[in-house]
């Protein structure tokens, strides 16, 4: 049976991705010899790496000053990355608290210095974006989240403020097109619609680093790792590889517009099914509704086991909504097709 993969993360990969992936541990480029077997300094790997960050570049149109980066610790270790190299020792960091990784953010950032919550939806289980909040002019930077994966919210457009902004999108980059204009670091966790757990990608601004008069462990330290391109340490060889497939199969897709049509049509699909049906019952505020995760629960929870044993026998995976939540996550990222949100719709609609 075709399994539909709503899995929040890790999840859904384009099959040519995986198929490329298992190749590649087997056999490199016809080297004779595995990608992880060889040395991350070989000419081969090197290409990868330099591939990959062009790619980033290219599908994001990042202005020159942006620099790429593939690191480790995933976004969790970027929550305190983040401070570290751009909050100034004795400054202010804003941030906005929509969930759980925001709250992950903002804890960290506690630990390097004076960190002030400019807004928070926390008062209403995170159901919301907050609007209309004022951030302090003299902080180095705000911080957001731009999607929500376990509240199911997401900033429709992206912020804007008079300070520099930094983003956490580990569960929308590449998903819908923006401007990079206002950021000085935007970082993601590669395991959503970027490639397999185990890398995190920067997009760092090289202009705003080296001002806070703080002296950084080597790998928290990015201006390292931009002066090595990435290759400081030995880098997650094989989460690069496959995020670079990844990459190609988005160019080849038509970019991050196309992407963003489809990503577009299929949260319109599920979320109408949503609203017309009184069995179901949304979590997030319309306007904010994420594209990329719909959270959901059931009007009657007594309907749950009926519920669950058709969208099981239905082929659909990764449904079971977040203890935050309850009820059920239905993630579309960019390698999920439009059937299968389908095949979810049709399951609701006759239940
Ligand atoms: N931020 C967001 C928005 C997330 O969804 C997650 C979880 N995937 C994280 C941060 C934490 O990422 P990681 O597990 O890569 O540290």
């Not at 000053?65 to 990355?81: D, M, N, S």
Request: aromatic share 10%.
């Amino acid at each position: 049976m075709h399994i539909h993969n709503f899995s929040a993360g890790p999840c859904i990969l384009p099959q040519q991705v995986l198929r490329g992936a298992a190749d590649a541990v087997l056999d490199f480029n016809g080297m004779g010899l595995s990608l992880i077997e060889i040395s991350h300094r070989t000419a081969e790997f090197e290409g990868v790496m330099e591939e990959a960050r062009g790619l980033v570049r290219e599908l994001l149109a990042l202005p020159d000053r942006f620099e790429v980066l593939f690191l480790q610790g995933g976004a969790t270790l970027g929550f305190y990355t983040v401070p570290m190299n751009f909050l100034p020792d004795g400054g202010k960091a804003a941030y906005v608290d929509t969930g759980t990784w925001a709250a992950g953010a903002i804890k960290e950032a506690r630990l390097v210095g004076t960190t002030e919550v400019v807004a928070s939806s926390a008062a209403s289980n995170h159901n919301h974006i907050p609007k209309g909040f004022s951030v302090p002019q003299d902080a180095a930077y705000l911080h957001v989240t731009t999607n929500n994966t376990i509240f199911g919210t997401q900033y429709h457009p992206y912020p804007t403020a008079d300070v520099p902004l930094i983003a956490d999108m580990s569960s929308d980059i590449f998903s819908r097109t923006f401007d990079p204009e206002p950021y000085s670091c935007i970082y993601a966790g590669a395991q959503k619609n970027m490639g397999p757990a185990g890398t995190v990608l920067y997009i760092v601004d090289r202009e705003a680093l080296g001002k806070t008069g703080r002296k950084l462990p080597t790998y928290l330290d990015l201006s390292q790792h931009i002066a090595k391109d990435s290759m400081l340490n030995t880098p997650p060889v094989f989460a690069v590889y496959a995020t670079l497939l990844t990459l190609r199969w988005m160019r080849e897709q038509g970019g991050v517009t196309a992407l963003e049509a489809r990503n577009r049509a299929k949260a319109e699909l599920l979320y109408a099914e949503i609203d017309r049906n009184p069995r179901f019952q949304g979590h997030a505020v319309p306007e904010d509704r994420s594209w990329m995760n719909a959270t959901f629960t059931l009007t009657e929870a007594s309907d749950a086991p009926a519920f669950d044993h058709a969208w099981t026998e239905a082929g659909i995976s990764g449904l079971t909504g977040h203890r935050s939540v309850g009820g059920y996550r239905a993630s579309m990222y960019n390698a999920l097709p439009l059937e299968s949100v389908q095949a979810l719709v049709d399951v609701m609609a006759t239940f």
